[in-house]
């Protein structure tokens, strides 16, 4: 069975562990790189990132963007939304269509 995974600063993770996914607080790009590639190498199917973690770790993310699993869904921290994730789905949606709709 598949597991689903949560990397970001403590504030903004810990409240999906009370929903029942695993949760990795990361206080550094480096504990989030290495939770990145350990939580993927261990089978999760999806793993949350906050955006603020993202935008520190673009080589990494790029490893992941063509894999089936792990699908990474970039989230909101604390600090408020950075605009990457939105992003990531329009590309995404443009890619499918053809066209931008969103």
Known sequence: MYRIGVIG?????LGFQALGLEVCPA??????RQALHRMAKEGFA?????E???AQLGPELALYQEELTPAI???P???GSLGIGMAN????????????IL
């Open 77 to 79: 921290g604390k600090e």
């Open 9 to 13: 600063d403590r504030d903004s993770v």
């Open 89 to 100: 789905v329009k590309n995404a949606v443009e890619r499918a269509v053809g066209a931008d």
């Open 52 to 54: 603020q973690l993202a």
């Open 73 to 75: 869904i970039l989230i």
């Open 46 to 50: 999806i793993l949350y990132l906050t």
């Open 27 to 32: 206080d550094s790009a480096e504990a989030a």
